[in-house]
């Protein structure tokens, strides 16, 4: 038997029907997680947004147009969700360079990596949140610049 799809699940979930939006959570919990953690850049605040996202799309599911697909408003909805959270404070992490820098290269090299990545990391910090969300999509989420539109309702 086929898998049910996005829509089947929906229609059961609207109806009360906890396992169908069980169901839509297993499918959509990995993207969703990525979205707030590259977003955010601290896992256990993603593993918060993530749960929030669903509890968010579960108390609003009778709004979500079946006509359109789910997973780009799941991930929106994760996505304004970070937006929100940015907006509240300065986001924290390492930046890619920070965290892949080569354990064996030279002091200076490192700290050169080290203060460059402090330096983006504040430029980042400076931009308006949903600036800041469209690079970080881009850059970590690999997402065409159609994809982001949809994800950020731009």
Same mark, same amino acid.
């Given at each position: 038997m086929d898998a049910p799809t996005d829509r089947d699940l929906i229609l059961r979930a609207r109806?009360? @029907?906890?396992?169908?939006?069980?169901?839509?959570?297993?499918?959509?919990?990995?993207?969703v997680f990525n979205v707030c953690y590259r977003m955010t850049h601290e896992r256990r605040e993603a593993e918060d947004l993530a749960q929030e996202t669903f509890l968010r799309a579960h108390s609003r599911? @009778?709004?979500?147009?079946?006509?359109?697909e789910f997973g780009p408003w799941i991930r929106r909805v994760a996505a304004n969700l970070c937006l929100n959270r940015l907006e509240a404070q300065r986001p924290t992490g390492e930046l890619d360079e920070e965290r892949d820098a080569d354990e064996s290269q030279s002091p200076e090299a490192a700290l050169e990596v080290r203060e460059r990545s402090e330096q983006i990391r504040g430029a980042l910090a400076s931009l308006p949140a949903q600036y800041r969300a469209v690079i970080e999509l881009r850059h970590y989420q690999e997402l065409s610049y159609n994809e982001i539109s949809a994800e950020l309702n731009l």
């Open positions: 109806r009360g @029907d906890a396992e169908a939006f069980g169901e839509l959570v297993t499918r959509y919990q990995g993207s599911l @009778d709004t979500f147009d079946i006509q359109r």
